[in-house]
């Protein structure tokens, strides 16, 4: 899979196929999505989307299929902590197609985890998923995050109380240091 780095003049130009697969893999996890206080909730899924993307750009990457380069995943950062001529800490959201889990999936993610560490100067990257997630955590740990906390009954998911874990990496490079 390839990186496609988004930023505003490639984003205004994409192409309506692929922002249509970024949108259905964000309705499949619209719960953890739209509950944003800084997104309208009144506003149509689609605007929504348009914005969360708009959002985090220059932070927004796509996963494109080598061969066809359809959209296959998508990864953005936000709640972005700044210290100094770094990035302290961001926090991470990465959905993948179904079709592609497993190794392509974690290959890309850890290409994309090395690409940020390079060149962005990133010192820790979290990631949060929902007690309960099986999958996400086995994806994070091949990553290389270690488990940092457990948040009891932090949210409401269907109208029941859900823990959160959180999970982080610190930048591997030498000159990550603060």
């Known amino acids: ?66 061969k066809n380069r359809k959209v296959q995943g998508f990864c953005y950062l936000y709640d972005i902590i700044p210290a100094k001529n770094r990035i302290h800490t961001a926090s991470a959201s990465i959905c993948f197609d179904k079709a592609v889990f497993g ?30 997630n099986h999958y996400m955590p086995n994806f994070l740990t091949k990553l290389g995050f270690q488990r940092e ?3 009891i009954n932090e949210t409401i998911v269907d109208n029941q109380p859900k823990s959160i874990e959180i999970w982080s990496i610190f930048n591997p490079f030498p000159d990550a240091q603060l």
Not at 26 to 46: C, G, Q, S, T, V
Not at 104 to 130: G, H, R
């Open 149 to 151: 906390a457990i948040l």
């Open 1 to 66: 899979m390839q990186i496609f780095t988004l930023n505003q003049k490639n984003f205004q130009n994409l192409d309506f196929t692929s922002f249509l697969a970024v949108f259905n893999l964000m309705i499949k996890n619209r719960h953890k999505l739209f509950d944003d206080e800084y997104l309208n909730a009144r506003k149509p899924y689609m605007e929504r989307i348009y914005e969360i993307i708009q959002i985090h750009i220059p932070y927004f990457w796509l996963f494109l299929d080598d």
């Open 103 to 132: 190794k392509p999936a974690l290959n890309t993610a850890k290409k994309l985890l090395n690409q940020v560490f390079c060149t962005m100067n990133i010192y820790k990257i979290k990631a949060e998923c929902y007690f309960d």
